[in-house]
């Protein structure tokens, strides 16, 4: 049976300001407090994991040795279908650019072109059909740890549409709505997003 979790601090295992955002929204009823790994100025592990919750684990641990508190990390990408489910764990590094004469940084725009350009190569009538996968892993000091996953199955749009949100979010249109995460008011991403999935099993095992 997997423990449970007291009310208390808890740190967020992830330097992503977007996610820190979405997932203290999310724990907010659940008496916790949460603690961003960057604020405390834990370090950022390297991701070498070939899968989300090797990558998860990789963070929750990491932080909560560290920290020597419970620590939440989220690994989450975007598979697209027509592209073989990529770019999945890479999403983030599809991001990746040089900017020039500054350091690096990440450019969602040239990430969701470059998802966009190659679904123009297979052609007009290329499967938009996409993903959203999140995979949350809590992690406690002594070396326990606890996986939970969410999926949000949706099509890709072109152009990018809104401005809320964060990574990909203008360019996912999930089932059933006519709006992009972007441009929906959060309450509304969080209430059918891969993360509230995964937060919504979360919270059923530990709390
Ligand atoms: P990682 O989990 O830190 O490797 O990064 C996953 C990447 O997937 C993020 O940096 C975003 O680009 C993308 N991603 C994950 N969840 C979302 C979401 O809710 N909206 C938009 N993009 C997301």
Same mark, same amino acid.
Not at 100 to 114: I, L, Q, S, T, V
Not at 153 to 168: E, K
């Given at each position: ?5 007291? &009310? ?10 977007? %996610? ?24 950022? &592990? *390297?991701?070498?994991?070939? =899968? ?6 990789? %963070? ?26 990529? &770019?999945?764990?890479? =999403?983030?590094? $599809? ?18 072109? %470059? ?16 993903? /959203? ?6 992690? $406690? ?6 996986? /939970? ?13 809104? =401005? ?5 979010? &203008? ?15 959060? *309450?509304? %991403? ?16 530990? /709390?």
């Amino acid at each position: 049976m997997t423990r449970t979790l007291a &009310p208390g601090r808890l740190v967020i295992a992830s330097h992503n300001a977007g %996610k820190v955002r979405e997932i203290t929204a999310l724990l907010g009823p659940y008496g916790m407090e949460p603690v961003s790994a960057g604020a405390l100025g834990l370090p950022e &592990p *390297a991701e070498t994991g070939t =899968t989300f919750a090797e990558n998860a684990r990789i %963070k929750a641990l990491a932080s909560a040795t560290a920290a020597g508190l419970p620590a939440l990390a989220d690994d989450s990408g975007l598979e697209v279908s027509a592209l073989g489910g990529r &770019p999945g764990v890479y =999403t983030a590094d $599809w991001a990746e650019r040089q900017w020039f004469e500054g350091p690096k940084g990440r450019d969602w725009y040239m990430a969701m072109g %470059k998802v966009e350009g190659l679904l123009a190569q297979i052609g007009p009538d290329a499967d938009r059909s996409a993903a /959203f996968v999140c995979t949350l892993c809590l992690a $406690w000091p002594d070396g326990e740890t606890a996986l /939970f996953e969410g999926r949000a199955g949706g099509t890709l749009v072109w152009p990018p549409r809104g =401005t809320l949100g964060f990574g990909y979010d &203008p360019v996912f249109q999930p089932l059933g709505a006519t709006l992009t995460f972007a441009e929906m008011p959060p *309450a509304e %991403k969080h209430a059918i997003s891969h993360r509230a999935h995964a937060f919504a099993a979360l919270v059923a095992a530990l /709390f």
